[in-house]
DNA sequence: GACAAAAGTTTACGCGGGTAAAGTTTTTGT
DNA sequence: ACAAAAACTTTACCCGCGTAAACTTTTGTC
């Protein structure tokens, strides 16, 4: 709300700004104090200010940030990459990230590799060549070229989140194992026990999502059952109704009830059961739980609403916003990478 | 595939090389050279092109950008800015036309108000001082500072898209009196004519399509019942299951067939309805027929799939973007302010 | 092989602002 | 009121590259 006024006063009879001598010369200050002011209007005096800022309601000059960070070692730009930004997801943790970077003062620019490699690396070369401050990796995961990345991560301060590949000075994410198992375990205990329904990993949250998957099945004694279906690229939901009608047709579910490896997966499948007449949900009378993973912003909407595991995302986006400010404040984590990991919540609603 | 392999040898026993000066030397180029291949690689002759890149291999140096475009009049970056991002069908949006600057040597930068005037106003401060060659912009609508938005469009040449502010030297959209005749034509031929669905609007695409909808039913001789929900902000899934609990638990649906204002609104009426038991589609047996607007990429995997209009989201892009690079080439379209409106396409689906 | 055209080299300056150094003014503290 | 500290002004140089001017070398043609 502050400068969302329009410029009504500053077109007046008055010449143009263009540079920061004209302005400082309209103001009454010298540049190089000028040049202070905006780079931290705190650093000088409060009658040099209120000169300065009488100038700025008058006429609405802006630096030119070419010239700023030509040179500035370090700018105020912080990268943020995700591997899909149609995915509501990351569009949501990107929002995030982006209103805390303003908090702080950084300009946030937003990349996605749109699930595809030379994307993600164009985005990484479009990136480092803005020198930014910082920057907030959502790799592609098994399809980023992990050569590439490394290199970036060693040019730039790197926090890397949801995908954990092994690079830049930290990783956030979510604590796959701990939700998994809080599913596997809610759907044993409330009838039967859950096969999981995958595609091929995209990223190392799927393979150890199924991992966690086997493991706590062995612990609650019963026999870990994985369906796989074959599909590529980022278009899960249509993966997953594909993939479901398949299975249904064939009855080839080991299980009725199915956790999903996300709930975009489990959207489709949803439909795709719909399409072939089961009813779903735990009700008397339904044919099939379906349960998903990531508590999406679509999971609400689904029919019926999916039961899912929610991902912290508050939690991860302030989490990696914190750690990434602290790497450009020079405050190197000691010790080995950290990787810190949320716990995931059980969301029930009516569909398992 | 072009530049994606690794760096292997580029960081072997040679120096680093930070300066045009410095890469000019290594190449045996003379640096004015440099910077003409830099500009445009074909412009200097095979020979020594073949030599700069030869250099370029071994060691990976780009040019400083900001050092770049001090200097250039007008970069090579354009702006995008949508009004809210985490909806799938601006994130497709943004994808075409991210890859069409791609292709033809621009440097896209994307932003989203997400939903917010502040932001919005923000995103245009922010793009503006990166002094972009062009940009796309899908305003806000009633949600936009229209002053700002239009002393943005005087700075930077606009291609104003989606929602049709009067703003920029363009407007690419959708025909919204075509497609919704289309579909309301559809429904009153195959079943009770149909109300409108709608929440308080956002932009003039909510308003024209109102308009069209009445102007459709009174052609053929129905009575036009519009119902608007109540509810504010970019969740529509929300706002339409909210809204639709309420109506059909007040049996206060004027019709058993809904025409929505957009497909994000039906999804969350379809929600609505499932929650509350009632069966949707035009199969017998049903108490409900649904239909949106926009062939949005969820709308495949609602239960049932939903019957919409599909906009026709590669011509928008692609004239939008033709459009505005004819404008950077300084080729002013003649006359008024162009309006280029594309018509939509039913989508029959089971739901209405 | 001569010669004009095309392309490359040298030299030099400018973009807009960061920033250091030295000197001057204003603000503190007592 | 006076000295020390803080802040400001002047001056000057730098960043990394675009680009113009004047000159030299390489091409392509007859």
Redesign the interface.
Known sequence: ?D??H??EGKLGATRKIRTMEEFAEASGISRPTVSKYFHDPASVRATTRSKIEAALEKYDY?P????I??NRKLTKTIGILVPF????FF??I??NI?QSC?KAGF?P????A?GS??AE??AL??L????PAGALLAPLGRGS?L??VR?FAEEVPTVVFDSNVNVGEAFVGSNNFQSVDLMVDYLCRSGEPPCFFEMPPVNPNANKRREAYIQSMERLGHEPKVVQVAGSGWEF??IG?EGGMHLISERALPSDTVLCSNDRLA??L??AA??KGLRIGHAPGCALRIAGHDDH??S??????LTTVSQDYTSITERSVEILFDLIRGEKPKGDRPEILFDGKLILR?SA
Chains 1, 2 share one sequence.
């Open positions: 709300m400068g969302s329009g410029n802006q030119n940030i070419f010239a960070n030509q930004l149609a995915d509501p569009a949501e990107v929002r982006e303003i300009w620019i937003v990349f996605s749109h490699q030379s690396n164009n070369a479009t480092r060549s803005l020198r070229d050569d590439a290199h939901e249509q109704l959207v489709g949803i439909a719909c399409q912003p679509w609400r909407f689904t029919c019926p609403p009516a």
